[in-house]
């Protein structure tokens, strides 16, 4: 299964594939979609889209992920933010591909085993967890965890499922 996590941004969004295999995660690629902050906000919000439907179309990803935006202190930061965040999770919904959102809490809890782990502890785990990866950015990081945090979530569900489907449950 091929998935991107997106770590939605006005200035950088950050992206990253990988492909999972069982319990193996390997890294595809990884970069982020930035914006000219000289713009108007709808053409930044245009251009973030286009940058994601283009990794979108190159890569094929068969699920994405994306992390939902906590509360900033500043009313028009978070409004932009969530503005960022409709663009990306449209643009995978658009393609036909599912879309999961987690909160920075648990994907730091899938990642690092800590909801309340630092940038710098969430980064080193994802070179632990795709040693083979050269990541190009703190952004491109970040989505990289989103993406493992969605492999492990959906192996879980796939686990449950096949061993509800073994004792006779629901299918």
Not at 27 to 47: F, K, Y
Not at 136 to 157: K, M, N, W, Y
């Amino acid at each position: 299964m091929r998935l991107i996590g997106l770590d939605p941004g006005l200035q950088r969004t950050g992206w990253g594939v990988i492909e999972a295999v069982g319990s193996r995660l390997t890294p595809v690629a990884n970069g982020t979609v930035t914006s000219d902050a000289g713009d108007d906000l709808a053409t930044r919000l245009r251009q973030i889209f286009e940058g994601v439907q283009e990794i979108i179309a190159r890569y094929a990803p068969d699920a994405a992920a994306v992390e939902e935006t906590f509360v900033n202190k500043n009313p028009t930061s978070t409004l932009k933010l969530g503005q960022v965040r409709g663009v990306v999770l449209l643009a995978p919904a658009l393609a036909g591909i599912p879309v999961a959102e987690y909160t920075p809490n648990h994907i730091k809890k899938s990642v690092v085993g800590a909801g309340h782990a630092d940038k710098a502890q969430i980064h080193h785990m994802v070179k632990v967890l795709l040693p083979t990866v050269t990541v190009t950015g703190p952004d491109a990081a970040d989505a990289l965890a989103v993406a493992i945090c969605h492999a492990h979530h959906a192996q879980s569900e796939r686990s449950l499922a096949r061993a509800t489907l073994a004792a006779g449950g629901p299918r």
